[in-house]
């Protein structure tokens, strides 16, 4: 499926940016991204993953245009976006019907966490936490941006969802917990892998802000030499 040409050279100067795959999908963190609810016994948890506002890159992707056929096939969940794919559920109860909800102007979205993967677990009791509180989405689009004057990015009419993920945005006080669980090196009284250890240690680091000279999506994650920290 063909990718909006702007999609090819965009490089933001300020905001948070990911990009997902070599075939230049975008993912984004929507300011209006919260987590709605969660239910322990079910072992789920419910956001809003996108909406109609603009996002930190000045872009808007209209709710009315996504396109959920492909998504539905399979609707993984992921933790983190970045290079270490980390798979911890499915945006799909355990009836197999999916879980994701078309608004008037945002879309929320329930992920079912895997219930045999401790990784998976962890990362449950973090949403139980509020430590994860944010989803971020990965789409391509199916159509041409428009150009938008007030926030210098570009409208989408039309796309396709790729994935969603819980993301690497926390809220503090709540990095302060995570710093003791790392610290402890267990989450719920089980030792932290080194692969959740690996998404998890920039959570507990401030957040990281793009400098005007460039972005890396590494430096973002890590807190490197092109991010500023506050």
Not at 77 to 103: C, M, Q, S, T, Y
Request: with cysteine.
């Amino acid at each position: 499926m063909k990718i909006a040409a702007e999609f090819l050279k965009r490089q933001p100067s300020i905001g948070r940016f990911y990009p997902i795959n070599k075939d230049n999908s975008l993912g984004f963190t929507d300011p209006g991204s919260k987590r709605l609810a969660v239910d322990s016994k079910k072992m789920c948890a419910s956001f809003v993953v996108t909406t109609d506002n603009a996002d930190r890159v000045g872009d808007r992707v209209l709710t009315r245009g996504i396109n959920l056929v492909n998504f539905a096939t399979n609707p993984i969940g992921l933790f983190g976006h970045g290079e270490l794919i980390f798979p911890i559920g499915r945006w799909k109860d355990r009836d197999g019907n999916l879980a994701v909800f078309p608004k008037e102007d945002h879309t929320e979205a329930t992920i079912y966490f895997s219930q045999k993967d401790a990784d998976a677990r962890k990362v449950f009791v973090l949403v139980e936490e509020e430590i994860i509180v944010s989803a971020s989405i990965g789409f391509n689009a199916l159509s041409e941006g428009i150009k938008l004057r007030d926030t210098g990015g570009y409208q989408y009419d039309d796309w396709e969802l790729l994935e969603i993920s819980l993301c690497n945005v926390p809220m503090q006080p709540y990095a302060t917990l995570l710093r003791k669980h790392l610290s402890d090196n267990k989450i719920d009284g089980e030792t932290i892998s080194k692969r959740l250890r690996q998404v998890l240690e920039p959570l507990a680091e401030p957040t990281p802000i793009w400098s005007p000279s460039g972005f890396s999506p590494i430096d973002m994650i890590t807190g490197g030499s092109m991010a500023k920290k506050i």
